[in-house]
């Protein structure tokens, strides 16, 4: 008999934490049975004074290029620093430079605060396409570039530039930090390395290393590892993310076509059965 619906019941480990109630209701819709288990949150920095430096130089001119990676990032900078420039301000003073957005979250929050995007690095929006983006539109050599990082710093983004010429300027704004209430991943964790888990999705490169963590720490990596190999079928984003995974010796099983959650979804319900593992 042909399943019903696409997951057809089956259980989906969900790792991502702030769209995770948007990703669980697309799990719901295929007919599958989403595990909300968030493996990482967003912490601003406590201390600014790197996003404090970055918008003297802005507002001073002593930027030529300025590459936004995350929409998180975006509206982090802007609420952190709207005392020294306000919302309508940002464009103005945006207007001066050539703005990189690296993908359709940052360019997002940048068109929210009617701030004009120069270049949009294609899909799959990682630090390559940037790089090619450069490359073929937009030489840097002796350029100032600003980069607004993600929650840990993309040396191969940073030190591309620096071989092309361009004097870089790094700018944190957040980091990547365990939940603090790690009770629901512990329970995903321990479900998946029981067996009772069919399918796992990822949306981010650092919930893997979080993923493999509080396993280790909670003695079910050996297992965890076992069930990931022979009965998960493991669903990525998108190729960093996989890229991740393999790094930690897990496979991935499949990778939709674009790196969005809808486009995730919707490739693991129509694949997973063909993968053969559970």
Do not use: C
Not at 3 to 28: C, H, K, N, Q, Y
Not at 50 to 60: H, I, N, P, Q, T
Request: aromatic fraction near 6%; avoid cysteine.
């Amino acid at each position: 008999m042909s399943p019903t619906t696409p997951f057809d019941g089956a259980s989906v480990a969900i790792f991502e934490a702030r769209m995770a109630g948007s990703l669980a209701e697309m799990v719901a819709r295929q007919g599958g049975v989403p595990l909300s288990a968030p493996a990482l949150r967003e912490v601003p920095l406590a201390d600014d004074s790197e996003a404090r430096s970055f918008v003297d130089g802005l507002l001073a001119g002593r930027f030529d290029v300025v590459i936004f990676e995350t929409g998180v990032g975006v509206r982090y900078l802007v609420e952190s620093q709207k005392e020294r420039i306000p919302h309508q301000v940002w464009p103005q003073a945006l207007a001066k430079v050539k703005v990189v957005a690296r993908g359709p979250k940052p360019a997002s929050a940048l068109r929210s605060l009617a701030v004009s995007i120069d270049f949009l690095v294609p899909e799959p929006n990682t630090w390559r396409e940037t790089l090619a983006l450069i490359d073929d539109r937009l030489p840097v050599a002796g350029l100032r570039v600003a980069v607004q990082e993600y929650g840990q710093p993309v040396p191969e983004l940073t030190s591309g530039l620096e071989e092309r010429g361009a004097l870089v300027t790094r700018v944190p704004i957040y980091r990547w930090a365990l939940p603090e209430d790690l009770a629901p991943l512990v329970s995903a964790l321990t479900a998946i390395a029981e067996r009772e888990v069919d399918i796992a999705l990822f949306t981010a490169a650092q919930q893997v290393d979080h993923v493999i963590q509080i396993a280790a720490s909670n003695g079910l990596e050996d297992r965890l590892r076992a069930a990931f190999a022979d009965r998960v079928v493991v669903g990525s984003i998108g190729p960093t993310t996989s890229a991740a995974l393999r790094s930690r010796g897990l496979a991935v099983d499949i990778e939709p076509a674009h790196p969005k959650s809808g486009h995730l979804v919707a490739a693991v319900a129509a694949g997973w059965r063909s993968v053969g593992k559970t």
